[in-house]
């Protein structure tokens, strides 16, 4: 029976070394699972550099693993998929599930198509990784940034209740709505980001070129200029000797606001300033409504339970300020309250959807509750998105003309002025 050397980490998260006998590189997982250890590293001892034994999260020594297709790049070669690719290796992969293949099987097919893709790479080494016995939502975190920590939570969530077809059609559901959301916004944007660039440029123009001929022009007449005339000077003359003081100023309150976010309570204070944001703020709470009820209620329907589910869907979720929420309803959950008043005594959801979910726990239909409210945020989600797309557009139209009509306005007065003056004289 062969020696496996291996890396692994204890409950406390402490490093280990050793080595351990087993059949395969998947009874040697399973071994070390058993003795309560996490496995890093997994070698067979006396492979050649060539084996296709490899590290369980792409760290071997050998930088490659033959699989159907080719070579099977490590970890950390691999490429990120691109929203679009993502979405298709989802839909393939749930397709494939429902009809009935495994797991290994579903990601073989996957890998075999014809046609050349990033997603036959990363398939080939998640189907490595599972032939080997790593779970699959622990495969997909060794894959880099191609699957973040929301999409690999709510895998291992449909992986513990036997439901991991249903949250990887959600998670297409999810993943066409941020592609919406992405092509919205961008198509939204173009008009008003050429305006806004044109405008920066043609007061770039103004007060470099033109803004000091005028004042030169003007103070040969003698006479007193307007006072919105006179503060345009000013602001172009301060601009033209103290440019490299000012770019250090913007560059350093840059820095200083991302160094200051970075921190534990500066991004706690960030996570929580974004959801007060007119306009954006109540898109952002409708998303979260919208993915919270939605994956309760998938999880919930189908054998987890409640606290294991708040317990999945804190961890997937991003925001720390609404993961200290989740936090919070989970230990009253846990201290025998309702889902309903647990949520109610934060203070942070809306009544509507606390009416809708309290009647659930009334009638013994939770589930079909979280299922009703998923739905309603997702309709409000896609209410909010058309509203701030059709908000952008004129906003960004009406500053512009405000910066431009107050310079062309200073410059025609200041004019106007000494034209008048003249005629006087």
């Not at 908000?391 to 910066?403: G, H, K, S, W, Y």
Request: glycine share 8%; charged share 20%.
């Amino acid at each position: 029976m062969p020696f496996f050397s291996f890396k692994a980490q204890d409950a406390v998260g402490r490093s280990e070394n050793g080595r351990i006998e087993a059949l395969s590189g998947s009874d040697a997982y399973r071994k070390l699972r058993e003795l309560g250890l996490q496995p890093i590293k997994v070698v067979e001892e006396g492979a050649k550099p060539s084996s296709e034994k490899k590290s369980f999260f792409g760290s071997s020594s050998s930088s490659a693993v033959k699989a159907t297709t080719g070579e099977v790049p490590s970890a950390g070669s691999l490429p990120k998929l691109t929203t679009p690719q993502l979405l298709f290796f989802t839909e393939e992969l749930a397709e494939l599930l429902e009809a009935g293949l495994q797991l290994e099987g579903a990601l073989r097919v996957i890998e075999q198509r014809q046609e050349k893709s990033p997603v036959k790479v990363v398939a080939a080494h998640l189907r490595q990784l599972v032939r080997e016995g790593v779970g699959f939502s622990n495969a997909l975190r060794s894959c880099g940034k191609s699957f973040d920590p929301l999409y690999c939570n709510l895998v291992a969530a449909g992986e513990a209740g036997g439901v991991l077809p249903q949250i990887l059609k959600r998670q297409c559901a999810h993943l066409e709505m941020v592609g919406e959301l992405g092509k919205k916004v961008t198509s939204a944007l173009v008009y008003p980001a050429i305006v806004f660039s044109s405008a920066i440029l043609l007061m770039f123009i103004f007060l470099t070129f033109l803004v000091p001929q005028l004042s030169v022009l003007l103070g040969k007449s003698g006479q007193k200029l307007p006072v919105i005339t006179q503060a345009l000077i000013t602001v172009s003359l301060f601009c033209a000797h103290w440019w490299w003081a000012i770019a250090a100023f913007i560059g350093a309150i840059i820095t200083g606001l991302r160094m200051a976010v970075a921190t534990p309570t500066g991004r706690a204070w960030w996570h929580r300033a974004q959801l007060d944001v007119p306009v954006v703020g109540p898109v952002l709470k409708a998303r979260f409504y919208a993915e919270v009820m939605q994956n309760l209620s998938t999880l919930v329907s189908n054998g987890v339970t409640m606290l294991s589910a708040m317990d999945l869907m804190r961890a997937a979720t991003g925001n720390v300020y609404l993961k200290e929420l989740l936090e919070q309803v989970g230990d009253m959950v846990r201290e025998g309250s309702s889902l309903a008043s647990a949520m109610r005594r934060t203070g942070f959801f809306p009544p509507v959807l606390l009416d809708i979910l309290a009647v659930g726990e009334q009638t013994g239909d939770l589930a079909g509750s979280l299922a009703r409210a998923a739905k309603r945020y997702d309709r409000e989600l896609t209410s909010r998105i058309q509203h701030l797309t059709t908000l952008i557009q004129p906003a960004v139209i009406l500053i512009v003309a405000l910066f431009v009509g107050v310079v062309a306005y200073s410059m025609i007065s200041g004019i106007l002025s000494s034209v008048n003056a003249l005629k006087a004289h």
